[in-house]
Every structure is written in structure tokens, then in C-alpha cells.
């Protein structure tokens, strides 16, 4: 991976001047992440090409994470112009990695975690975030008819399906509205840093922040794509976040959680296919069928009867997880 251009004159700028760029993993946008070091000192260099990616985001949603007293990269140095960032450095120690070296750790880890979140929902969401509303949600579940319907030669009733998702959704969508907190939108293992010398975890890929329910972030954490979850650690990690924001009513909030981990999962395999079949980024194939485990469970839920009708009506269980087990890269 080529280092931007404009790198070392934007480094030199701003005391970082002949310092070694290293590569480090992207991600899923066209974000690509690079390590300086220089004299021992190290640093991540973030590459955000301006007509696909605006900082702008990044830096709002990073400044309320640290006026909260969360942990975020630091910004160190930025040239927007050019979509260069230069930023704290976290180290190595994602915690997906991490837990799969040592997986005795992952009680206390996801604790942490899930302890951010109740912080985190304990304040109305900044005035500045748009609203995770209705409009948004259906906009994100339609990526599942746009391109993973069609990446399977099936045909969907696009009337029917939008009319039962609205349905379904009308209710959570309001109580959503009534109280939104920040809500990160992609809050998993793979976004969380066990930190050097720091109780704190470190937050990453939180730019696309949303007010909307705290549900969500549970969701992202404990219906992970990319790792398995136990639905033990689940159900206890559920439980603790509702002592932690003292919720009363945790037949309403499950419910909630259900129905945002069906919106969530079905968006999942409609990004994962685009991935595919648009980007060229087939290694996200193999967690469909880990997202379809998720959402088969969501769909169980009496909340979300008319979706599950919907999927029975349109989509076979051969066409779900079994489709992608042997699917070729």
C-alpha cells in the first residue's frame, strides 16, 4: 500500500518530517491507514481522499467523545483540504484480535464495553448529530433488495416489502425519537483498542454517529459480524447494561433490541454483498452466514412478525446462510 503523495510534506509540516510510513489495515470505505514513527515516537496517519470521504465528521463526533471523557484517537495534526489526519496511536491490540490469543479476557473486556455504552446513553445525543429516524433506517435495509436479492437471482415484491418493514418499524422508530442518545453505528470488537497502561477502551470508525436508540450500539457489540458471540455472554452483557442505565422496562427494551438487530443484520448482508459485487471485496462472503444466524434469531422475536413474514414470503432457507457457505470468492 502506496502512501499518499502529499504525506510526507503534510508530515514535515507539522514535526513529523522524514518519519517512516508504514502500512496498516483499511477498512471497508476508501479511509486507508498508515503508522509513522520517527525517533521512537509513533503516530496513525489517516488518508481520507476528499471526493469519497469528509473528515469533517470524524473530528465533530471525536471532539464530543473526548468533552465526554471517552477515548478516541486524539487528532494531532489536519489538512481537510487533502483529507490527511494524523492521530494518536493505539497500538496493536484490537480487541477481536486480541480475544482470539487470549480468550479468557473476553468477560472483562466486553464489561468494559458494554459500561461505555451506559456512559455513553446517559446524555441526550449532541444537537449536531442527524436523527437515526425512519427515513434512514429504511434507506440502509433497502441495500438488502437493491444487491442482495439480485446477487442470488431472486425477485422481490419491493411494494410489499417496504410497506411491512414500515410497519414493523413505525412504533421503535417513535420511541427512538423520544430519547436519542449518540449512537456510534459500528460499536464491535474490530473497533475497540485495549489500550497501553489505559482501563479506558480506545474508540475507533465512529464518524458516521447518529441520535438515535441506545439499543443499537448493543447490537453492534453483541451480534458481531465478524466474531462469534455466545448468546450466554449476550444475555449477560444485555442484562448488565440494563442494571447500569436502570431500565425498567426490559420486556420493551429486548423487544427494541430485537428489532434494531434485525434492521442492523439485514443491512449487514446488503453491505457485504455490495462489498462483493460492486467494490471487488469478496472476503466479507464468509460472515454472511454468521449474520444470518444473528438475524434468524431476531426474527423470532413476536416483535417483528411482519418482517419474519416477509422473509418466509421471499426469501428460501436455501437463498440465507446455506447460500453462503459455498459460495466462490
Not at 470488537?189 to 448493543?218: I, K, S, T, W
Not at 416483535?303 to 413474514?309: I, T
Amino acid at each position: 500500500m502506496i502512501p499518499p503523495a502529499a504525506a510526507p510534506d503534510f508530515l514535515a509540516a507539522h514535526g513529523w518530517g522524514g518519519a517512516e510510513i508504514l502500512p496498516l489495515a483499511g477498512d471497508a470505505s476508501f479511509r486507508r491507514y498508515f503508522r509513522v514513527a520517527r525517533g521512537g515516537a509513533t503516530a496513525v496517519l489517516m488518508d481520507a481522499p476528499p471526493e469519497h470521504e469528509d473528515v469533517g465528521p470524524f473530528l465533530g463526533v471525536a471532539q464530543h467523545l473526548l468533552d465526554r471523557g471517552f477515548a478516541p484517537p486524539r487528532p494531532l495534526a489536519v489538512d481537510r483540504e487533502r483529507g490527511l489526519l494524523l492521530l494518536e496511536d493505539f497500538g496493536d491490540d484490537r480487541v477481536g484480535p486480541l480475544l482470539a490469543r487470549e480468550p479468557g479476557r473476553e468477560p472483562g473486556i466486553y464489561e468494559s464495553a458494554v459500561d461505555i455504552l451506559a456512559r455513553l446513553g446517559a446524555d441526550p445525543a449532541p444537537s449536531d448529530l442527524p436523527p437515526y429516524d425512519d427515513a434512514a433506517m429504511a434507506r440502509e435495509v433497502g441495500l438488502f433488495t437493491e444487491w442482495y436479492a439480485p446477487a442470488l437471482g431472486l425477485e422481490v415484491d419491493e411494494t410489499g416489502y417496504v410497506a411491512a418493514w414500515c410497519e414493523a418499524w413505525r412504533g421503535v422508530a417513535e420511541r427512538a425519537a423520544a430519547a436519542p442518545v449518540m449512537v456510534l453505528r459500528d460499536y464491535h470488537a474490530d473497533n475497540l483498542m485495549v489500550l497501553p497502561g489505559r482501563d479506558e477502551l480506545g474508540l475507533l470508525d465512529f464518524q458516521d454517529a447518529l441520535a438515535g436508540h441506545p439499543a443499537y450500539d448493543l447490537v453492534s457489540l453483541l451480534q458481531d459480524a465478524r466474531r462469534d458471540v455466545a448468546p450466554e455472554l449476550e444475555a449477560a452483557m444485555l442484562a448488565r447494561y440494563a442494571d447500569a442505565a436502570r431500565i425498567d422496562d426490559r420486556g420493551t427494551f429486548r423487544a427494541d433490541y430485537e428489532v434494531l438487530g434485525a434492521q442492523r443484520n439485514t443491512k449487514i448482508l446488503g453491505i457485504f454483498t455490495r462489498l462483493w459485487k460492486r467494490d471487488g471485496k469478496p472476503l466479507y462472503l464468509p460472515l454472511q452466514p454468521r449474520v444470518w444466524s444473528y438475524l434468524e434469531r431476531n426474527l423470532a422475536h413476536p416483535a417483528l412478525a411482519s418482517v419474519r413474514a416477509w422473509f418466509d414470503a421471499n426469501i428460501p432457507a436455501d437463498k440465507r446462510a446455506a447460500a453462503w457457505k459455498e459460495m466462490p470468492a
